[in-house]
């Protein structure tokens, strides 16, 4: 028979070893909101640093010229400074963003190593976050450009687009904003489709001939969650944002679709 003191430290240490791992688990969960946190503030930063005057001389000559009244003002589209993200990091191709969402980040591009920050900041350090990509197949001049980004379950990155698998929240946000050093151009979503990792679509990445462009078009719609009655025409650029979808780890993958229109 085993002494009641031998059970009693048993039963004790059992209990502190629980006790260590429920503290281990509480600190790894508050080390991952920490370093999420971090990555956000660095977003955020280069965000200010993106929409601020590229030239304050300039800005300031502006500011002091006569006003003009307001039936010959021209209203001027708002375009972010990208020369210094391009300066910062040779990787970084432009910005992308959703308005009136959380997706507002800068757009890397490494087709030596196309998942390079799927996992790294827009510095190169490791973060769970990671930075928007566009795939290593791709071009900026591809009929469809493959856009990445994590699910993250605090709604950054790409974790607000399974909000458009409610139809209502894409008449909120029908439109994705992509800016290069070729300018701004404005793509509508006509398709939003729950698909797995190895779906025919990641596949389709450039059109040989109107039929074919045709028929992947014939496909995102009818594979779409719910019909937004826009269909695209041939020679229109195409842009795919992927993320995971479903069950941690899974295969799944949600996919938004849009046409360049402007």
Same mark, same amino acid.
């Given at each position: 028979m085993i002494p009641r003191s031998i059970i009693a430290g048993l039963k004790s240490a059992k209990m502190g070893l629980s006790a260590q791992i429920s503290l281990l688990s509480v600190f790894m969960a508050g080390h991952d909101l920490w370093r999420q946190k971090q990555a956000q503030d660095t977003f955020e930063d280069l965000a200010e640093l993106v929409t601020a005057p590229e030239d304050p001389k300039e800005s300031q000559a502006e500011s002091?010229?006569?006003?003009e009244s307001a039936e010959t003002q021209e209203p001027q589209e708002e375009q972010r400074n990208l020369s210094l993200l391009f300066e910062q990091n040779a990787d970084c191709i432009g910005w992308i963003c959703i308005p009136g969402t959380a997706v507002d980040y800068p757009l890397m591009h490494t087709p030596e190593d196309s998942e390079k920050y799927l996992r790294k900041d827009f510095y190169g350090a490791y973060s769970i976050n990671g930075v928007p990509f566009l795939d290593g197949r791709c071009s900026l001049e591809s009929a469809n450009l493959i856009i990445?980004?994590?699910? &993250? =379950?605090?709604?950054t990155m790409f974790g607000s687009l399974k909000n458009y698998t409610d139809a209502s929240y894409y008449a909120e946000h029908p439109t994705i904003e992509l800016e290069t050093v070729a300018g701004k151009a404005l793509y509508t979503i006509?398709?939003? &489709? =729950?698909?797995?990792?190895?779906?025919a679509w990641y596949r389709f990445l450039t059109v040989d001939t109107e039929t074919d462009f045709l028929h992947q078009i014939r496909y995102a719609r009818e594979c779409s969650l719910y019909d937004t009655g826009i269909i695209p025409a041939y020679g229109q650029q195409l842009l795919t944002l992927s993320t995971c979808y479903g069950s941690s780890g899974g295969d799944g993958?949600?996919?938004?679709?849009?046409?360049?229109?402007?």
């Open positions: 002091s010229a006569p006003e990445y980004g994590h699910n &993250m =379950k605090n709604g006509f398709s939003v &489709m =729950k698909v797995q990792k190895e779906d993958r949600l996919l938004i679709v849009a046409a360049k229109t402007g």
